[in-house]
C-alpha cells in the first residue's frame, strides 16, 4: 500500500489472499444479500483497517507526506483544468446516460460491464477496486 | 457512428487527464493527486468521495450478472 515500509513479500501475499477472496465475492449471485455482503463488507473493512492504520502513523509525517504538502503544491489556478475537466466527464457521462439506445449511447458503465464480463477481469478490478479504497482513506 | 462519437469523447477526456498529468509533473502545477488531496482535506468530503467509491464497488461487483 502507498506509504507502507512492509516488506513487498507481505504486501504480494496480501493481494494473493484478496485475490482468492475477489474470485469467490464476484462470482456470487448479483443483487444476492451474500454478495452485497461480501462486496461492501470487505470495502467497510478495508475502510475500518485503513482508518486504524492511518491513526496509527505519525501525525507529523502524515502531514508533510500527504495533506500539507501536496495542498500547497495545488495552487487555486492549477485546480481549475481538474474541474472543467471532472465537468466534463460528468456532463458526456450524463449527456449518454439519457439517451438510448445504450448500444449508440454507451456510458461508463455499460463499458465497465463489457470490460469485466470475465472473471478474471472482475477479480482483477475487485483488487484495485480494494486497493484504491484503502488509499482514498489513508491520502 | 453515433457510439463512435461517444466513445472518442470518453477518449478525448482521458487523454486530456493524462496530458494535464504530465504537465503538471513537467512545470510542477497541480496533479491529479494535489487536486485529490483538496478535495479530501474536509473530513464531510471524504466520507462523501469513500461512500461513493463503495458504491462504486457495489455497482461493479454485485449490481452486475457475472454469468
Known sequence: MPGDDRPPARWLAAIALVAVYGWWAVGLTPFSWEATVAIVGAGLAAVGWAVWRRDRADTRTRSVAGVTLGSARARRSGLVPWVLLAAAAAVWQLAAYVQHPRDDHPTLSSLANAALESHAARTAAFVVWLVTTVALVRR | ?67
Open chain 2, 1 to 67: 457512428m453515433i457510439r463512435l462519437v461517444t466513445l472518442a469523447g470518453y477518449a478525448v477526456i482521458v487523454a486530456a487527464a493524462i496530458g494535464l498529468e504530465i504537465a503538471a509533473r513537467r512545470r510542477g502545477g497541480a496533479s491529479f493527486g494535489d487536486a485529490l488531496a483538496v478535495v479530501l482535506r474536509p473530513w464531510p468530503a471524504r466520507l462523501v468521495v469513500v461512500a461513493a467509491w463503495l458504491w462504486l464497488g457495489w455497482h461493479l461487483f454485485v449490481r452486475v450478472d457475472s454469468g
